[in-house]
Nanobody, 126 residues
Framework: QVQLVESGGGLVQAGGSLRLSCAAS????????MGWFRQAPGKEREFVAG????????RYVDSVKGRFTISRDNVKNTVYLQMNSLESEDTAVYYC???????????????????WGQGTQVTVSS
């Protein structure tokens, strides 16, 4: 049984930082591109960041470039999202996602993902 378990969310002031973690089990982690999506109230789920299954290649939505960094540890089967200079617009539920061996870094549409975590709330106060 595949499980993706997120942690690290919380309440932070604007300009602050958080690091999200997603621990994966039940799958061959190194065969999956890993990514983060987010969903704010009343909005569709959107791609935030992805990292290739071979590692080393990343992709970000424009609004977080230079502020967020995605990384993975294939020994710990964990993917991370370091979020700096947080803004109120970053407030959302953040979801970890896994996509099996995409041809490029990672798709950005939710329906292409194979597995999802349960989500973790990030709230940025202004």
């Amino acid at each position: 049984q595949v499980q993706l378990v997120e942690s690290g969310g919380g309440l932070v002031q604007a300009g602050g930082s958080l690091r999200l973690s997603c621990a994966a089990s039940g799958l061959t982690f190194s065969s999956y591109a890993m990514g983060w999506f987010r969903q704010a109230p009343g909005k569709e789920r959107e791609f935030v960041a992805g990292i290739s299954w071979r590692g080393g290649i990343t992709r970000y939505v424009d609004s977080v470039k230079g502020r967020f960094t995605i990384s993975r540890d294939n020994v710990k089967n964990t993917v991370y999202l370091q979020m700096n200079s947080l803004e109120s617009e970053d407030t959302a539920v953040y979801y970890c996602a896994a996509e099996y061996k995409p041809l490029f870094v990672m798709h950005t549409t939710p329906d292409r993902m194979n597995y999802w975590g349960q989500g973790t709330q990030v709230t940025v106060s202004s």
